[in-house]
């Protein structure tokens, strides 16, 4: 796990690094940015990358959390306590009876006071006999001065048997920690294939700028054309415009086109992590033909797509993460066993008599733990946790059709773009062909204006629809490979 993340950081460094310098030195129109440099500096920059980032960060400290469990835990509690009265075992001063060794009965007797008279023992007004010696004990002597106590206590605690929970914890934390790499690389795909679409906008603008400023070179050499013919008396006012108006509204769209194209490499540069206002070139703007892509096969392999999908590898973890919870429900009705060692100690201390000083005493047991009767909680705790395995796992099937269906449409629509843009280069070149007609017919006089101005809208179509295709096929593949589990960004 840890190479497979020291892996990717240094995949997206080598794939920033021959932009990251010119990002901080702030970019120039002459640099030219590729589509992977686009694709590492979102992954990079991007917000939600560095939130999924921390959630990784979080799983793996909770799976180290989880962990500590099968260690002893040693704690410390200390405290301090004022008393407002004494402690005293006596309310007054005792008068205990005395024991003297009697030579007769070889044994220590108790001596009364007896009657002078008779030698019978007396009585006292209680009906108890009248000791003839006794001790004193002062109440003093059994008061304790308890005012300020100190006490505390070091605890050492081993869990032996805690009915599975810590075992399912720990696999539990496991899971969560490949949940969130999983994610990671899921919005990592999601943020690849927002790059390739505004990417490819990008492009597509460009293209149609171009596309645009051809155009209205083209009106505006008609309508020089259209003048030379007016001044020789072949053409009419009317003619010319007819010309100026198509002129005008060609430099309207011209003019969208180029405000669309400064909007778009902002909303570029946004998603890169860069400032707005970043101007820069893109490596595929002056690209003629479109690039190989990735063959449409006919049936794919649906095991090797789920198993690459990181958004089902999230719901196959959860399917998991919900099983070691029926254990974690399953351990409350479980009996629990730990060892537990401490070390007491107060100030004042009756461990040798009483004294004001700190001792304390040593302590080993074992505490055991079997729940008897909870009116069905647990058990009911333990049934709601299987329901929700079996949600999830049936929210994992219903994930698996949903992309047996994303498949076929994206494989469908691939080539379908593929097709399209196969008729569109066929238009194209019929629409050139058409326009080269009538821009000579118009020269030698069998065409008219208005035949040259639909040759000219019918190329000017024609070419539009060309770009829509050629970047259709790039934003097909790439939607293709999202939905297959091939988009890596991390190996660009």
Known sequence: MFLRRLTTYVSVLMALSAVGQTADAGFSPQDVVTLDSCRAMAVANNKKMLIQSEQVKKARYQKDEAFAAYLPSIDFAGGYMYNSKELSIFDSDQLLPVK????????????????????????????????EQVALIPKEAMTYDIHNVFFGALTLTQPIYMGGKI???????????????AMKNNAAQ???????????????LKAKEELAVSYVNLLDTLRNNVQAMINAGVATRSDQLTVEVKLNSAQVDL????????????????????????????????????AATTPVAKSYDMNEVYSRRQDLRALELGVKIYGQKEKVAMSSMLPNLALVGAYSFSNPNMYDGFK?????????????????????????????????TVIARLELEDAREMVNLQVSQAAFKTQEAV?????????????????RQATIGFREGVMTVDNVM?????????????????????????????VLGTLNPYNN
């Open 419 to 435: 097709k399209t843009y196969t008729m569109t280069e066929t238009n194209l070149s019929k629409a050139d062909e058409n326009l």
């Open 100 to 131: 003297n060794f009697d030579l007769t009965t070889q044994s220590y007797q108790f001596s009364v006071v007896k009657n002078p008279l008779t030698g019978e023992p007396i009585k006292g007004p209680d009906g108890q006999y009248i000791p």
């Open 255 to 290: 003019t969208k086109v180029q405000n669309g194209l400064v909007l778009s490499r902002m909303a570029l540069a946004q998603v890169c992590g860069l400032p707005v206002n970043t101007v820069f070139t893109l490596a595929d703007e002056d690209a003629a033909d479109i």
């Open 454 to 482: 639909e040759a000219q809208t019918a190329w000017l179509k024609a070419n539009s629809e060309n770009i829509d295709a050629r970047i259709d096929v790039y934003l097909c593949d790439v939607y293709l490979s999202k």
């Open 356 to 388: 004001k000083k700190f001792s304390g005493a040593f302590s080993v047991g074992a505490m055991l733990t079997v729940p008897l009767w909870h009116w069905g909680g647990n058990y009911n705790k333990y049934r709601a946790a299987k329901s929700e």
């Open 167 to 181: 075992v399912a914890m720990n696999k539990i934390t496991k899971y969560a920690e490949e949940l969130a790499g």
């Open 190 to 204: 999601d943020i690849i294939y927002a790059v390739d679409g505004a990417y490819w906008l990008v492009v597509s």
